[in-house]
């Protein structure tokens, strides 16, 4: 599968008539880029779904050749506190 069309996917989400859908397109195109070890874009999408368990999976993800210290990981849950 071209990476260009899922990233075309994530920029039309904002063109579907329901919330519902919105989120499972969402989901779908992060699953994407799982498959594919496109990590950074995951994570993209995972922050963009607003989902802290899908966030923290991302973040931690063995193959995740950006990894972060802990510490910028506990400020970017943080932001989700407010």
């Known amino acids: ?36 070890l496109r990590l950074p874009e995951a994570l993209s999408l995972a922050i963009r779904l607003g989902d802290r368990e899908l966030i923290r999976e991302d973040f931690n993800a063995p193959a995740n050749p950006y990894a972060f210290p802990p510490i910028s990981l506990c400020s970017l849950l943080t932001s989700f506190a407010g």
């Open 1 to 36: 599968m071209d990476l260009g069309l899922n990233f075309y996917l994530g920029s039309c989400v904002n063109l579907l008539p329901l919330p519902q859908d919105d989120i499972a397109f969402l989901r779908t195109a992060h699953q994407i880029y799982i498959k594919y």
